[in-house]
């Protein structure tokens, strides 16, 4: 059956969708305007259209578009840097008894199964620091030290990886397994590809990585053991 502007309006917001909605109508009814303000309309039109008010409000709905993104991109950064910051926090042994409201509120990517963490140090960056620092290569280093972290991990049986940056050159590798495994054969198979992690860095990035691990625990609890 057909719909009116307000029945749509409905639907649209039942299924959680945000997005700018102007309603167009041939009558001046002002509770119909009102039903739809309240409904979240962003603006009411009567026909016919007046050309300029027409313009003046998609130009409006357009800055409105662009400052929702800008407020989203925001959103995201902030919570990118939280979430890392929160993780930094729990690798130093801070406020682990609120790991469980953590994992909740920032979407942290850790499950209640077994553990274990690497640290990676580049080498280049603790010795090469200024020369870096004065050629701009800083950024580029870690990034492409992250994308091969990035692959290896994934291309790895191991399930579950979150890699956090800590101070400069030295970044967190947790470590997760999806399915049920011996944490003998977990350990060793992260350890494999921590191998494979430096053997690609050398190759690809002709750079050393230092890599410490530490022991696998059955618990994320003991994530910062």
Do not use: W
Not at 190 to 219: D, H, M, P, R, T
């Amino acid at each position: 059956h057909k719909i009116d502007g307000i029945e749509m309006l409905k639907i649209i917001r039942e299924m959680g969708l945000d997005i700018p909605v102007l309603l167009l109508s041939g009558y001046d009814d002002f509770s119909y305007a009102q039903k739809g303000l309240r409904l979240g309309a962003f603006d009411y039109i009567l026909k016919p259209l007046d050309q300029k008010k027409f313009e003046s409000i998609l130009i409006n709905v357009y800055k409105k578009l662009i400052e929702d993104e800008k407020k989203n991109s925001e959103f995201d950064t902030n919570k990118a840097i939280s979430r890392e910051k929160v993780l930094y926090d729990l690798l130093r042994g801070k406020n682990v008894m609120m790991m469980d409201d953590y994992i909740l509120q920032y979407n942290l990517p850790l499950i209640n199964n077994k553990v274990q963490v690497a640290i990676v140090e580049i080498n280049d960056v603790v010795i090469n620091y200024e020369n870096l620092i004065n050629n701009n290569e800083i950024d580029y280093l870690e990034k492409s030290v992250n994308d091969i972290i990035d692959k290896e991990m994934k291309e790895s049986a191991i399930g579950c990886f979150y890699i956090v940056d800590c101070e400069l050159g030295k970044k967190s590798i947790i470590a997760q397994p999806n399915l049920e495994i011996e944490l003998s054969d977990f350990n060793n198979s992260f350890v494999e590809v921590l191998k494979s992690i430096i053997q690609k860095s050398n190759e690809v990035l002709k750079i050393v990585l230092n890599i410490g691990v530490g022991n696998a625990y059955n618990k994320v609890y003991s994530l910062n053991k």
